[in-house]
């Protein structure tokens, strides 16, 4: 079985999520690579030393300059005359292709999968991960999108993958590229955090949560997260939010500070090496699933944490 994995960059380098749905696709046969964009020759150089991977397609046009799902998935639609399966990270690019694909190509997507149990069978969160669901597909062509977390980052050095251009389909002037406005910040995305804090509601405004928060995670070197709470509240922007509708982290240390614990929220952090939760409340749910609890007012404990680091 040959399986297309699209590789998820920013246009100079290859990131983490497509590491983890290297080794998902791995399990499925030989691991072929798309890197589709404009002026990605170094990002296919980059492709090709990811350790398992045989060859890797580089679709060098302007069309693919901003990873428009309308323009690339007739391009992934193309190659998948030579593949059985196409494998993308479950990422706002990933989810945004791949139903397309699968569209195209009339078969049914499996998302976000955490297991490959064979080549046709695999398993996947339903109930906002409280189940556990083994899919079966009789398909011929498959589609599917990869749960980061679930799975080991393939080595990024050890391959000596083919590199081979392919032709564009080109711009199929559906939609177009007007603006971005990328957040930017000196502390590690939450994707490929080490160490997350995460506040909630309980910091009551965006001021606490900024003098609360994130002087802790400036100390630990940590990413910065919230619960949807928080952000509905304006707290914090869109792109710190953990949970079933924000991102799927698994840190080695996480750390919910004011975070009550809905299963929404715990949908996106539970696979966390070691939860610590900081709480007034003795009953909240996120101590059910911390490994380290701490009954206080987090406005107290946490500056005097800070303070002791």
Same mark, same amino acid.
Do not use: C
């Given at each position: 079985?040959?399986?297309?994995?699209?590789?998820?960059?920013?246009?100079?380098?290859?990131?983490?999520?497509?590491?983890?749905?290297? /080794?998902?696709?791995?399990?499925?046969?030989?691991?072929?690579?798309?890197?589709?964009?404009?002026?990605?020759?170094?990002?296919?150089?980059?492709?090709?030393?990811?350790?398992?991977?045989?060859?890797?397609?580089?679709?060098?046009?302007? $069309?693919?300059?901003?990873?428009?799902?309308?323009?690339? $998935?007739?391009?992934?639609?193309?190659?998948?005359?030579?593949?059985?399966?196409?494998?993308?990270?479950?990422?706002?690019?990933?989810?945004?292709?791949?139903?397309?694909?699968?569209?195209?190509?009339?078969?049914?997507?499996?998302?976000?999968?955490?297991?490959?149990?064979?080549?046709?069978?695999?398993?996947?969160?339903?109930?906002?991960?409280?189940?556990?669901?083994?899919?079966?597909?009789?398909?011929?062509?498959?589609?599917?999108?990869?749960?980061?977390?679930?799975?080991?980052?393939?080595?990024?050095?050890?391959?000596?993958?083919?590199?081979?251009?392919?032709?564009?389909?080109?711009?199929?002037?559906?939609?177009?590229?007007?603006?971005?406005?990328?957040?930017?910040?000196?502390?590690?995305?939450?994707?490929?955090?080490?160490?997350?804090?995460?506040?909630?509601?309980?910091?009551?405004?965006?001021?606490?949560?900024?003098?609360?928060?994130?002087?802790?995670?400036?100390?630990?070197?940590?990413?910065?997260? $919230?619960?949807?709470?928080?952000?509905?509240?304006?707290?914090?922007?869109?792109?710190?939010?953990?949970?079933?509708?924000?991102?799927?982290?698994?840190?080695?240390?996480?750390?919910?500070?004011?975070?009550?614990?809905?299963?929404?929220?715990?949908?996106?952090?539970?696979?966390?090496? /070691?939860?610590?939760?900081?709480?007034?409340?003795?009953?909240?749910?996120?101590?059910?699933?911390?490994?380290?609890?701490?009954?206080?007012?987090?406005?107290?404990?946490?500056?005097?944490?800070?303070?002791?680091?």
């Amino acid at each position: 079985m040959k399986t297309l994995v699209w590789v998820e960059h920013d246009g100079a380098v290859v990131k983490d999520a497509t590491l983890a749905t290297v /080794t998902a696709a791995s399990k499925l046969g030989d691991v072929h690579l798309l890197v589709a964009g404009h002026n990605v020759g170094a990002v296919g150089d980059q492709a090709a030393k990811i350790a398992g991977v045989a060859k890797v397609h580089v679709a060098d046009d302007a $069309a693919y300059a901003h990873a428009l799902a309308e323009n690339v $998935a007739p391009l992934v639609v193309e190659l998948m005359g030579h593949h059985d399966a196409f494998v993308a990270p479950a990422t706002t690019h990933g989810k945004n292709i791949a139903p397309r694909v699968a569209a195209l190509l009339d078969v049914m997507q499996i998302s976000d999968i955490l297991s490959v149990e064979s080549a046709d069978t695999f398993t996947r969160p339903i109930y906002a991960g409280n189940a556990i669901a083994t899919v079966q597909t009789s398909d011929k062509k498959l589609v599917i999108t990869v749960r980061g977390t679930a799975f080991e980052k393939a080595a990024t050095e050890g391959g000596s993958a083919a590199i081979e251009a392919v032709a564009g389909t080109g711009d199929t002037g559906k939609s177009n590229f007007v603006s971005a406005e990328i957040a930017k910040s000196e502390r590690p995305e939450l994707t490929s955090a080490k160490v997350i804090v995460s506040g909630g509601r309980a910091l009551q405004n965006s001021e606490n949560f900024h003098t609360i928060i994130e002087p802790l995670a400036d100390k630990l070197g940590a990413g910065v997260g $919230a619960s949807r709470a928080a952000v509905d509240a304006g707290y914090v922007p869109n792109d710190y939010q953990v949970g079933q509708t924000g991102k799927i982290v698994a840190p080695e240390v996480y750390i919910a500070v004011g975070i009550s614990g809905a299963i929404q929220h715990l949908a996106g952090m539970k696979d966390s090496k /070691t939860i610590i939760a900081i709480n007034k409340d003795e009953d909240a749910p996120i101590f059910q699933v911390a490994d380290i609890g701490l009954v206080g007012d987090l406005f107290k404990v946490v500056p005097e944490l800070t303070e002791k680091l």
